[in-house]
């Protein structure tokens, strides 16, 4: 018989008597004292001092809220048999994550990011060594995916520069080429305060990254810096919406002609939400947002789950080819992977139109929000290092792969798992919270409640205070230039002289030992 | 509607509060003779003097929960300290019940909001974000 079904023997029962803490009796005693020590500092006060009445007023509040606590209320049963001893529950448990992450949790067990590899971040924001020590901290034993060095690494000086220029492929004169793999992904002023939001642009800039704007509407922010914008058109088509939320082309039109905007995305979806479009409170949307968002204050702003204008595959790719029209400018399209027929017979309608939007942008499930339902987060889409791939090969099988380039964003923010993307067929990343962790995120996971301590997801003037736009802008420009470097130095280990040359053959997955064979 | 109506109390206890902390801070000959009936002058008087000054400002405050909290405080002491001590008088009997009662009235309404035990409260009007 299995030893744990037995029953507990005499002695294990008297030992967990022993060591438990018998919660029932400790609440009765200190139930009783707190009544005794208002009748003890009240005759204090009376015969002795009347100091003691600051001791006899506050046992006799204590008792009248325990009073209440025991028997007047029925929402806390743990305050309703045990009194106040029981608020050391609430107490202790509201600082429960600040303990864990500080003293706790180990350095690479808290997700989404671990401390390990947010302090990588940290380091490369503030430009300084990054080298560790003694082998790493990863959990080697299962699911790993490394990259395979080559045998013959090549020297960093005969590596190429890296280039990808997005529109070519239709001979845009409005073709828009980027230098480094790296692109600020989504984030709105909305979701981040205006500071962030300006730190992040006028670090771009310094960087030459492009930053995509998210659904934040007209760019004002993102416009007073001069970086290159790629400018998001979500459900709502915050800022480029007519009364029924439907695309305004004239609106479009006027946007797309400023200088700084380089790119237009249509997001279909996101892999934190897939499937579903964003809820912006009455409560947030202050003058300047409705303003900005072309929406209107005071009731409540649902973004439909799906563009109104794109109901199957014909509508959908009209829709891309009037955008590409309406801006003149290279349009990319974003979304997370869901069923793989529904995108095969858009990427077949795509041809049958002879319209190609000028990038793709693949979204994983582990994406990041600023709101989301936590089941959308846990439970839909495909992760990128499973959607890419397929993405890559569907394009390939239809032939449409020279068409156009093809992105990849979900928790990238290390050029590890940047090149793993790059290697399983995206030409690029995006990365958004990287770019939160090197302003000085330090993932208080409180992005969706106008609090966040750091002055980064809030619009309180007080908490952004302390966000200072240029010193941060240094960081997110470090970031930057910390991931190049690796990217070099990885790149030349692996012996590929480009980014371009990069293949699922660069990949070792644990338990498939085979080679998954070049592209 | 509600937090407009709340003024009423949270203004009249804070004229009351701040007026007799002010007294009390600036050594009025009438608070004087109180403490040194009740063996706190001077300290006594302005520790007082204190926590009705900053009772009062916090009535005016959006932490007015605190306030009230602390107004309700010094009423309980002041009420301790008639009964036992000074002996009842009618003018400070209805300053005493003023303040209390509207100190009571904003505490109630304003419960989710009380430091610590606030959130024991369910969902109160919670002024404060």
Redesign the interface.
Known sequence: MDRSMAAPTPGARSLETRISVNLDRMAKTANAAIVGALIGS?LL??YV???F??A???F??LNA?NFY?RHL?S??TL?ANFGFLA?VR??VESVGPEFRQYLFASDVEERPFSRNERAEVYRKAKGIDSSGAFGTQREFETGCITLRHSFFPVSKDELHPFRLTFGEERGLDTAFTIERPVIVSAMSFGALGSNAVRALARGAAKAGVPLNTGEGGHPKYPLMEKADLIFQMGTAKFGVRDADGRLDDAKLEALAATERVKMVEIKFSQGAKPGKGGLLPAEKISEEISELRGVPMGIDVVSPPRHPECSDTASTVSFIRRVQEVAGLPVGVKFCLGRDVELRALLREMKTQGVFPDYITVDGAEGGTGAAPKSFMDGLGLPVFESVPAVDSMLIEEGIRPKLKLLASGKLIDARRQLIAMSLGADACLTARGFMLALGCIQALQCNQ??CPVGITTHDPHLQRGLDIEAKSVRVANYVNGLSHDHQEMLAALGRCSAKELSPDNLYVRGIRKDTGSR | MKNALLWVPRLAAAAILLTVGYAKLTASPPEVALFLELGMEPQGRIIIGVVEFTAGALLLSPQAATGALLAVAVMCGAIIAHVTVIGIDLRHSWLLLTVLTSALIVMYVRRADLPLVGRTFGRGTRSVP
């Open positions: 009240a006060g009376y001092s009347f100091y009445h600051f006899t007023v506050f006799l509040l809220l606590w209320q929402t806390h305050l608020q609430y107490l106008n609090t």
